[in-house]
């Protein structure tokens, strides 16, 4: 089973904001839901392009530093 992480990285790079709302509904990261949210609010609603682009960024920017994170640490559990 996929973390959460690799869902919502999955979700993000293929434009599947159902599948992303639903996951922001059901993490137990609260950071992530939040990011997830502010993205999908600009999204939806924003007519500035780079709120979109930013919101956007700093979501992948989470994902990215949370898989990482959980690789290390569980590698670092292993040994």
Same mark, same amino acid.
């Given at each position: @089973? #996929?973390?959460?992480?690799? &869902? *919502? !990285?999955n &979700?993000?790079? =293929?434009?599947? =904001?159902? $599948?992303?709302?639903? #996951? @922001?509904?059901? %993490?137990?990261?609260? @950071?992530?839901?939040?990011?997830?949210? !502010?993205? !999908?609010? *600009? &999204? &939806?609603? /924003?007519?500035?392009?780079?709120?979109?682009?930013?919101?956007h960024?700093?979501?992948?920017?989470?994902? $990215?530093?949370a898989?990482? /994170? /959980? %690789?290390? +640490? /569980? +590698?670092? @559990? +292993?040994?």
């Amino acid at each position: @089973m #996929l973390p959460d992480y690799e &869902y *919502a !990285l999955n &979700y993000v790079l =293929w434009g599947r =904001w159902d $599948d992303l709302f639903t #996951l @922001m509904i059901r %993490t137990n990261d609260d @950071m992530l839901g939040k990011k997830i949210q !502010l993205f !999908l609010n *600009a &999204y &939806y609603y /924003s007519s500035k392009q780079k709120e979109i682009i930013d919101t956007h960024d700093e979501l992948l920017f989470y994902i $990215d530093h949370a898989i990482v /994170s /959980s %690789t290390i +640490h /569980s +590698h670092t @559990m +292993h040994v």
